[in-house]
């Protein structure tokens, strides 16, 4: 009886950046090497990814920007609670007659009324 012996295959991994990479494998396709791939996106990053494609704009935290319609004055500011949140504390202060934030002091010291108070907060 012949018997072939098999060599054991040792496995490496390439990491997956574009359909390019499976022609470097073809080099090792007659060796005892095998190729293996590896994706440079981790479990985490997708899920992250997903959750941020669905959390609404209002809900998410970061970087903002508010902007006064009635004089196109703007506010950048930063927070980590959500920008519903956030925008609710700046209209407390203005109500309060409190100078906390930059943007209650603007509406405040130009005597802005606060019904006309229409404006436009997005994530930067």
């Known amino acids: 009886m012949n018997k072939k012996k098999e060599r054991k295959k040792k496995l490496d991994h390439i990491t997956y950046h574009n359909p390019k990479i499976r022609k470097i494998t073809n080099l090792f396709k007659n060796t005892n090497i095998g190729i293996a791939f590896r994706t440079t996106t981790t479990q985490r990053q997708l899920i992250e990814l997903i959750i941020s494609i669905q959390t609404p704009e209002h809900e998410k935290s970061g970087i903002y920007k508010l902007i006064r319609n009635t004089c196109k004055r703007s506010y950048i500011g930063q927070t980590g609670r959500n920008l519903k949140s956030r925008f609710q504390e700046h209209t407390h202060y ?31």
Do not use: P
């Open 94 to 124: 203005f109500k309060n007659n409190e100078s906390h934030s930059a943007y209650a002091l603007h509406i405040l010291n130009c005597r802005h009324e606060y019904e006309s108070i229409k404006d436009t907060m997005t994530l930067m």
